[in-house]
């Protein structure tokens, strides 16, 4: 099975501040990565597939970059609705794995 | 408006068996893939299962690979996933998705004595 980890596990952050998580997985996915928002209670929401690709809907301060085996997800000036946890997903191979998740707090 | 709508939850003893169904509204349900994606309490998300367009091909995460089986109606454009030989282990909230963007709301599963 594919191996995604994901860096940092938490992260304190202020409203309007940049915001970079890494998920880095154990053998190459080529593009094959997704990016998952979740707030506590809800369920998970789609952001990002195809590595870079943002989905229908999804605000342009999230992006993504990567390929292979490290990729990226940015937020460019954090605002109090994105405080949640992130995850990474590969669906390069199977079973799909996801990564451990990050969660982002208000510092 | 793409919806996703999951049942058939509860509590299940070990050993039992619960069958959950997934019912798709607001898109063509027969041209995706679609997904079961679980969450055991306070932990990250994990994938189960998924399904091709026209159920020709399904996929297993080993853990319930011979105990679980999805499976779709195309003309009720729904996607269900019987779960057989419940373990504790297997207490979660089940999301289904579809393809790689939306998703349901989820059906809690708890498996306990």
């Known amino acids: 099975d594919i191996q995604m980890t994901q860096s940092p596990s938490s992260l304190s952050a202020s409203v309007g501040d940049r915001v970079t998580i890494t998920c880095r997985a154990s053998?190459?996915?080529?593009?094959?990565l997704a990016w998952f928002q979740q707030k506590p209670g809800k369920a998970p929401k789609s952001l990002i597939y195809?590595?870079?690709s943002l989905q229908s809907g999804v605000p342009s301060k999230f992006s993504g970059s990567g390929s292979g085996t490290d990729f990226t997800l940015t937020i460019s000036s954090l605002q109090p609705e994105d405080f949640a946890t992130y995850y990474c997903?590969?669906?390069?191979?199977?079973?799909?794995?996801f990564g451990q998740g990050t969660k982002v707090e208000i510092k | 408006e793409v919806q996703l709508v999951e049942s058939g939850g509860g509590l299940v003893q070990p050993g039992g068996s619960l069958r959950l169904s997934c019912a798709a509204s607001?898109?063509?349900?027969?041209?995706?893939?679609i997904h079961w994606v679980r969450q055991a309490p306070g932990k990250g998300l994990e994938w189960v299962a998924n399904?091709?367009?026209?159920?020709?091909?399904?996929n297993y995460v080993a853990s319930v690979k011979g105990r679980f089986t999805i499976s779709r109606d195309n003309a009720k454009n729904s996607v269900y996933l019987q779960m057989d030989s419940l373990r504790g282990e297997d207490t979660a909230i089940y999301y289904c998705?579809?393809?790689?963007?939306?998703w349901g709301q989820g059906t809690l599963v708890t498996v306990s004595s």
């Open positions: 195809a590595a870079s």
């Open positions: 997903q590969q669906y390069n191979s199977y079973p799909q794995t």
């Open positions: 053998q190459g996915i080529s593009n094959s």
């Open positions: 607001g898109f063509t349900f027969s041209s995706y893939w």
């Open positions: 399904i091709k367009q026209d159920g020709s091909v399904k």
């Open positions: 998705r579809r393809s790689l963007d939306y």
